[in-house]
């Protein structure tokens, strides 16, 4: 989790320079008997690689950081995904071991394997396919529904902010002279959060699902990684996968609540916490980048991480996002006549980039 479980040094240090031959060995104890072919997927939080079987099939070992979750935690994942199978939801389910265990460890850290599913990521979402997955996402929600997590965190502002906002702080991470401006806004979209979510539904949701995690292949829709699978509103599995706010975006979220509403209701009035969630993301975005600072992967994917550049548009970015959730809750409050409900089709189109939609791109 980003705020992070004590572990041993020594265990980091084991899966910052996790070896295909150790990779090898995890899988082979497991039971199966592999071919000397191991390389690296695409992920920056957890390391996984795709492994050859003796049998010439392929499958999916993933390990996971040290100290982010607890066992608990994981095999809660593994749980919502074997339900998820059962109701013949197109997902990624996790193997079992020989002993029908789905996760085992090796030098301290946590690993399972994957069926591999190929697939193309999606570019973008037309509007046959935002209601194909707004019905996907429905039914998800259905199964989501029908159980709560114990140990999995909730997406909240303490979570999502306030223990990113601590964590910089502490740390001496923002220069003096955007440190005050940053925390000042991190705080003031924190409360605002708190008073958006009070009383709100929250339930199991994939707590991830940008365009990346969505593969396409033989007309259908497969979802993937649910590593950071949470307790949350539904809507924060839909902008996600549509974080725009022009009116083309409106029009495909209307195509992927038609769909979704074939299963289940929605709450549409939900659609006016997007720029809410949207901030949270923001400051989680910082604080996850500056917890990995450490990480030779990170420091070669964000090089510019730390920078004075870096803080002034973080900080810019923070808070002109501050008044367009300012300007959502005048609206709400009805003190600007005229004013424009986030999220609605006449919003003008802003320019995104990947922290509006993700902070791990995994290959899983």
């Known amino acids: 989790m980003d705020d992070e479980m004590p572990h041993g040094g020594d265990v980091t240090d084991l899966f910052l320079e996790l070896t295909p031959e150790k990779v090898l060995e995890a899988v082979e104890r497991s039971g199966l008997e592999t071919h000397p072919v191991c390389y690296p997927l695409n992920s920056f939080e957890n390391r996984v690689y795709e492994v050859e079987l003796s049998d010439r099939s392929r499958i999916v070992a993933k390990f996971y950081r040290p100290g982010r979750w607890s066992e608990a935690q994981i095999l809660e994942e593994h749980q919502f995904l074997d339900q998820l199978v059962a109701a013949e939801i197109p997902v990624c389910g996790v193997r079992r071991f020989a002993d029908g265990r ?85 705080e003031e979209i924190a409360d605002v959060a708190d008073r958006t979510f009070a009383g709100a539904d929250y339930q199991r949701i994939h707590g991830d699902l940008h365009l990346g995690n969505i593969l396409f292949r033989d007309q259908e829709l497969r979802v993937l990684d649910f590593d950071d699978a949470c307790s949350g509103p539904a809507v924060q599995d839909l902008w996600l996968a549509l974080p725009g706010r022009d009116s083309e975006t409106a029009q495909l979220r209307s195509s992927f609540l038609e769909g979704y509403e074939r299963f289940r209701l929605f709450d549409r009035a939900s659609l006016g916490w997007v720029e809410v969630l949207r901030g949270l993301r923001l400051i989680r975005y910082c604080g996850w980048l500056a917890r990995r600072r450490q990480d030779p992967a990170f420091q070669m994917g964000w090089p510019h991480f730390g920078t004075e550049d870096y803080w002034q548009t973080e900080t810019a970015d923070l808070e002109e996002q501050l008044e367009l959730i300012r300007r959502g809750v005048r609206a709400e409050l009805g003190q600007t006549p005229g004013s424009v409900p986030l999220g609605s089709a006449e919003e003008t189109e802003a320019e995104l980039t990947n922290k509006d939609f993700f902070w791990d791109w995994e290959g899983d």
């Open 102 to 186: 789905s996760i085992d460890s090796i030098d301290g850290i946590f690993f399972s394997l994957w069926d591999r599913r190929a697939g193309r990521a999606i570019d973008e979402l037309q509007a046959e396919t935002a209601h194909r997955l707004g019905m996907f996402v429905g039914r998800m929600h259905g199964v989501g529904a029908g159980s709560s997590f114990e140990s999995r965190p909730r997406l909240d502002a303490d979570r999502y902010a306030r223990r990113q906002a601590v964590f910089l702080e502490e740390h001496k991470l923002i220069p003096g002279a955007f440190e005050r401006r940053y925390l000042r806004a991190a």
